[in-house]
């Protein structure tokens, strides 16, 4: 009978099924962050396994004064260490969920299997995805934003030795210190009189990503379509920016409830941030019609106001001296604040 001959058949399916997930479930997690050019590039100094927010607080220590030698304060008033803090909130949670028919696997020679789709999917969507909100993050939240003239063969080093520049000044460790730079931005590097007939430029290129070095930055190649709009390049010291994972798992079912086939799911639950008191280390090189002109405050009694000539820019604020792209109180300004004594 026809339905007992394909009854004794579906064992041999179900076992090279099992086979399959025993084959593919270890390169699954390796293969999430494979062609990622923002992965092992950032701090891992920051747990947030267990918490959606968690808050960075960092010391602020007193000033150095002369030391007297008569009196009874000598080494200076005593003041209390304070400190600032950072709060940082998980917002990203992607996922997905695609099925491969048994029927449309058979007719179709079985060309697409659960581990190849799984890396398809992991590699032309999750990664882009998550390099792209990492970059714009950093680049929204650094330190420096350098507002430039578009960079030509005789600029485009001197533009990367400014933000080495910048770096050096802020006290950045030399070490570990990247550039993410466009593919047409990369060219002109190229074709720069510095490296004109040289291997110069590629000499250290030997970092999973990294295809060559100018002065102290380790140099990565990404698509435009990662690096944010109007950014010729991004600069960062690994310790200035993390890109934390909760969740960052795919799986697949091979006899999952209501379809006839594989079913594919994923999920990740993720975010980029720029740690403040280290946003020093974090440099964008943007068109000069990208950069948002400095608000002007105005004060006016116990009154402020703040203007900006860009239109449309949205102004956030603080009242205790912090930064307001990393204080958890920076409010949005809408009108003429009020300030009070204290």
Do not use: H
């Amino acid at each position: 009978m026809p339905f007992n001959k394909k009854c004794e058949r579906g064992k041999e399916f179900n076992m090279s099924t099992l086979n399959l997930v025993t084959k593919y479930a270890k390169n699954m997690v390796e293969k999430f962050r494979a062609t990622s050019i923002v992965a092992g590039k950032t701090s891992e100094e920051f747990d947030f396994i267990g918490a959606e927010t968690i808050k960075v607080m960092t010391p602020v220590v007193a000033d150095l004064v002369d030391y007297s030698r008569t009196g009874i304060n000598r080494y200076g008033n005593t003041v209390e260490i304070g400190d600032t803090v950072q709060e940082m909130k998980v917002t990203q949670d992607k996922g997905f969920s695609a099925s491969i028919d048994k029927g449309n696997a058979l007719q179709q020679d079985n060309v697409k299997t659960p581990g190849k789709m799984l890396r398809e999917i992991i590699e032309t969507k999750i990664v882009p995805m998550t390099d792209k909100r990492a970059l714009q993050r950093y680049a929204l939240l650094a330190g420096k934003v350098a507002a430039v003239a578009a960079p030509t063969k005789s600029t485009i080093v001197e533009m990367l030795m400014d933000a080495e520049v910048a770096f050096n000044e802020a006290g950045v460790p030399y070490e570990n210190r990247y550039c993410v730079i466009r593919p047409d931005v990369y060219k002109l590097v190229r074709l720069a009189p510095e490296f004109t007939g040289t291997n110069d430029l590629a000499n250290k290129a030997v970092e999973k990503g990294v295809i060559g070095q100018v002065g102290t930055l380790k140099i990565i190649q990404a698509s435009m379509s990662r690096l944010p709009e109007n950014c010729y390049f991004l600069c960062w010291q690994k310790k200035s920016v993390i890109l934390p994972f909760q969740i960052n798992d795919a799986k697949y079912n091979n006899a999952p409830q209501g379809i006839s086939g594989v079913l594919l799911e994923g999920r990740v639950v993720y975010d980029a941030f720029v740690i403040g008191t280290l946003s020093a280390g974090v440099y964008a090189a943007v068109a000069s019609v990208a950069k948002v002109a400095k608000p002007v405050m105005t004060a006016g009694g116990n009154t402020v106001t703040v203007t900006c000539a860009t239109a449309g820019a949205t102004v956030f604020y603080t009242l205790d001296g912090s930064d307001p792209r990393y204080s958890p109180d920076a409010k949005v300004y809408t009108g003429a604040v009020t300030l009070t004594e204290g």
